[in-house]
Nanobody, 126 residues
Framework: VQLVESGGGLVQTGGSLRLSCAAD????????IVWFLQAPGKGREGVSY????????YYADSAKGGFTVSAERAKNTVYLEMNNLKPEDTAVYYC????????????????????WGRGTHVTVSS
C-alpha cells in the first residue's frame, strides 16, 4: 500500500491550495481517510475525515468553513481544498487510511491509522 500526497507549496495569506492523496494498493472507497497536519515542533492534528462509502465527512474546528475534503473514485484519490489560508496553517500535511471504521468522535486519533503518506509541505507567508 502506498499513499502519495501532492499539491503543497508556498502561498500567501488568503490564498488557496488543493492537496491530493493518491492511493496505490487500496481502494479508498472502503477505507477511512483522514488528513492530518504537523506544524513545526508540534504533534499531529486531525484536519478532516472522509468515508466515501458512508458519505460522511468530519472537520476540525480550525478547518470548518475554509477546507473541503472530497474523493474521486475514478482516480482513487482524495483531495483537501484549502481556502483562505493563514500562516498558522503552515505544516506538513499527511493523508492516512485505515480499513476499520472509526467511532465518529475518534476520527482524529492518529494512532488508529495503519497507512500513511510521506506528507506534503504547506507554507503560508504573511
Amino acid at each position: 500500500v502506498q499513499l502519495v500526497e501532492s499539491g503543497g507549496g508556498l502561498v500567501q495569506t488568503g490564498g488557496s491550495l488543493r492537496l491530493s492523496c493518491a492511493a496505490d494498493g487500496l481502494t479508498f472507497e472502503f477505507y477511512d481517510i483522514v488528513w492530518f497536519l504537523q506544524a513545526p515542533g508540534k504533534g499531529r492534528e486531525g484536519v478532516s475525515y472522509i468515508s466515501v462509502q458512508d458519505r460522511i465527512t468530519y472537520y476540525a474546528d480550525s478547518a470548518k468553513g475554509g477546507f473541503t475534503v472530497s474523493a474521486e473514485r475514478a482516480k482513487n484519490t482524495v483531495y483537501l481544498e484549502m481556502n483562505n489560508l493563514k500562516p498558522e496553517d503552515t505544516a506538513v500535511y499527511y493523508c492516512a487510511a485505515d480499513r476499520v471504521k472509526v467511532q465518529g468522535s475518534q476520527w482524529d486519533q492518529w494512532v488508529k491509522y495503519d497507512y500513511w503518506g510521506r506528507g506534503t509541505h504547506v507554507t503560508v507567508s504573511s
